[in-house]
């Protein structure tokens, strides 16, 4: 998957930023460049896979039968347990709440979620795991399921 002119603009401008924001940590020519390298190139990377993980869902849901096209029970339903997993992740600890947002509503990966919340990426993987362990005990099985399906394939 290639990146338009626009989305490499925005990465270099925020590497820029990235950059400015550090300036007292470079003492030499080189060490900013190799900075700026390897940042946008990360930065291009994982932009890569965001974009593959939106193509993806949007694959999926193209390839599974419309919502609209259920009957009205089953949507009820389909937005009931949505809802209820939504609200048992609101009863979540503070930290743990923000990072199942990041992951499950915001459909963000570990390491981008840890860039957001300025975690780091075994935090991250730790307050997941917790909310895991927590929302099992707050859902029943079949709404732990449904949560479960989210995180794996969406």
Same mark, same amino acid.
């Given at each position: 998957?290639?990146?338009?002119?626009?989305?490499?603009e925005e990465i270099v401008q925020d590497?820029?930023?990235?950059?400015?924001?550090?300036?007292?940590?470079?003492? =030499?020519?080189?060490?900013?460049?190799?900075?700026?390298?390897?940042?946008?190139?990360?930065?291009?990377?994982?932009?890569?896979?965001?974009?593959?993980?939106?193509q993806q869902k949007t694959n999926f849901?193209?390839?599974?039968?419309?919502?609209?096209?259920?009957?009205?029970? =089953?949507?009820?339903?389909?937005?009931?347990?949505?809802?209820?997993? =939504?609200?048992?992740?609101?009863?979540?600890?503070?930290?743990?709440?923000?990072?199942?947002?990041?992951?499950?509503?915001?459909?963000?990966?570990?390491?981008?979620?840890?860039?957001?919340? #300025?975690?780091?990426?075994?935090?991250?993987?730790?307050?997941?795991?917790? #909310?895991?362990?927590?929302?099992?005990?707050?859902?029943?099985?079949?709404?732990?399921?449904?949560?479960?399906?989210?995180?794996?394939?969406?």
């Amino acid at each position: 998957m290639n990146l338009d002119k626009g989305t490499i603009e925005e990465i270099v401008q925020d590497v820029f930023l990235k950059l400015w924001e550090r300036r007292i940590d470079f003492d =030499h020519v080189e060490s900013i460049r190799g900075f700026l390298y390897t940042s946008c190139r990360n930065a291009a990377l994982n932009r890569i896979q965001q974009e593959n993980r939106i193509q993806q869902k949007t694959n999926f849901y193209t390839s599974q039968v419309d919502l609209v096209d259920l009957p009205i029970s =089953h949507q009820m339903i389909y937005m009931e347990t949505l809802r209820t997993i =939504h609200d048992a992740i609101d009863t979540l600890p503070e930290q743990c709440k923000q990072v199942m947002r990041k992951l499950i509503v915001e459909d963000l990966s570990p390491q981008e979620a840890a860039i957001s919340l #300025g975690l780091t990426t075994s935090t991250i993987y730790n307050q997941k795991k917790r #909310g895991i362990e927590l929302l099992k005990l707050r859902l029943k099985p079949d709404q732990f399921f449904c949560l479960l399906l989210l995180l794996l394939y969406f």
